[in-house]
């Protein structure tokens, strides 16, 4: 469907054109750009609140700053949208996150306007703080390197590091804080709560009145304006001593809390403060969803990214999936959670900013004090359970595959050398879709399995996580125990099943027979069921083993197969190096077995983005896949 740009939008095909407008024609822009941001997200899906949030921060920067030569940097980057159809990809925006198109983050390699890549939160301080310093170093003075940041973004502990070193850093790095409130879900913690009085504390925000009174000269002034900013600030900093400020104490020069909406002032401060030099922070105030009414009103955290949906009555598209069938994996965690937790008080639910994401919500809404949102902050998340565990409680910490990524140290260090039953419930592992690369789970079978007193399992149904669950939250004085499932739809409409105890490291046996067996692990087993079906079409006998342990594995079944078999086929939705086919290699090198062995999974490259099926397709261990590897490597004679 052709979405066409409003009359100014249409004229845009660079920052440049951007800049040629009146400063009076911005409004207007700004309009243009919120409508076309709602007609494809409507039609085509994708994030949708953060992008209409700072349409007139986006028009703004882009008006005073000389971007792609001046670095702008955005956190996470599910609100650059407005940046990515200003920048040259407005007529191809309607391929955002499908399998081919644009990536629905910025990215380097596909514009010179991405400073950097992102998809992860918190990076974009350390980030634009490296290039400002690089900048330093090579003796460029007129470069300007910005971050935007959300109030979400801000409560990951990296935003602090770059905080830290900012604040001592002589760079000229401008940091704009976009506080909405919101995270994905309400923003948490003690961070928010001074936001919030920060923003409305009246005698703070007469004295910094006064100070915008004198700043709102500064472009008049010319090269004074260091002078004149020095002084204000004295000021400021005597008046303050009474009402310290987070951001000044750390050496960061503080202005806001402005209106994020008002693109003019948008424009007058961001100029001014293009004449400021060394490192500063503003504050700017925005709504998340702002000018489409159905966000603006509604639940901020469904329109987060909404699916598609009907502009005009605000009616979300429901998906096929959720009107029939399975449920998803994370409610059938949510829901899991809550039912152990009801019988066994010493379980504890602990989530880093996903509440709704991972279903956590249900037992935070069920049992309030029992279930946590510790903010954007995996490596806390990991620690804080570590801890809870110290003390006899049973924490369910569940954090995306792709943000676990961020504990590593902290998974080994804080919970697999002081050996403690820590349970890890990584969720969206696999490839998460459209997210793309930053986001998805590929490598957690690789970086767990390594690692001594770890258990590393992965359901291969909706009954198998529930008795990985239920056996996870036994009394065990010892091990971490990770769980891992992919994003979406399990394969069981009767999912509630009673739940019993699986005995840690072993396997099953799903079929038997043949010259060739299938050795597969978590969710993608069904694909090897379906593949095995079609074979039987064709009086194609094959054996089909759901391991459900990566580590420890199950070495009895293991040693039964490679009695049996010569020929195997090892499958995984993660990184094949170092990962679950990996693990069956060694177990054959370590017992003098010689078996012809094909592993399929994740290639060893960046996996690009697309729905899971199309990426399941494109590295071959969908059912057809491997349904072609087993007539490949049955038609062809062993080399063995
Ligand atoms: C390390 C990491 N953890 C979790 C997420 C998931 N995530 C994406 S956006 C988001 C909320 C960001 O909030 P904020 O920075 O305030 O931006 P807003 O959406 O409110 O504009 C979260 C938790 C992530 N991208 N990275």
Redesign the pocket.
Known sequence: MLIVPGKLLAGINSPEDVKKLDQAQLVQLCDELRHFIIDNVSVYGGHFG?SL?VVELTVALHYIFNTPYDQLVW??G??AYGHKILTGRRDSFHTNRLYGGLSGFPKRSESEYDAFGV????TSISAALGMAAASRYLKIEDKQHIAV?????MT?GMAFEGLNHAGVSDTNILIIL?D?C???DP?VGALKDYLTDITTSKAYNKLKDEAWNVLGKLSNFGKSAQEIVSKVETGIKAALLSQSNLFESLNLRYFGPVDGHDVNHLVTVLNDLKHIKGPKILHCITT?GKGYGPAEKGNATTW?APGTFDKITGEIHKKVFEQKQAPKYQDVFGHTLVELAKANDKIIGIT???PSGSSMNIMMKEMPERAIDVG?A?QHAVTYSAGLATQGLIPFCNIYST?MQ?AYDQVIHDVCIQNLPVNFCLDRAGFAGADGPTHHGAYDLAFFRCLPNMIVSAPMNEAELRNLMFTAQLPRKEKAFSIRYPRGQGVMPNWQTAMVEIEIGTARKLQGGGELAILTIGHVGNYAVEACKHLAKSNVEIGHFDMRFVKPLDERMLHEIFSEYRKIITVEDGGLQGGFGSAILEFMADNNYHAEIKRLGIPDRVVEHGEQHELHEECGFDAKGIERAVVEMLEFSTRV
């Open positions: 953060a949030g956190d996470v599910h609100q998809g992860h939160s918190s940041i959300g109030d979400g973004a990951g976009n909405n919101m995270a994905i923003n998340k987060h880093p900013a996903m954007i995996e943000f961020r």
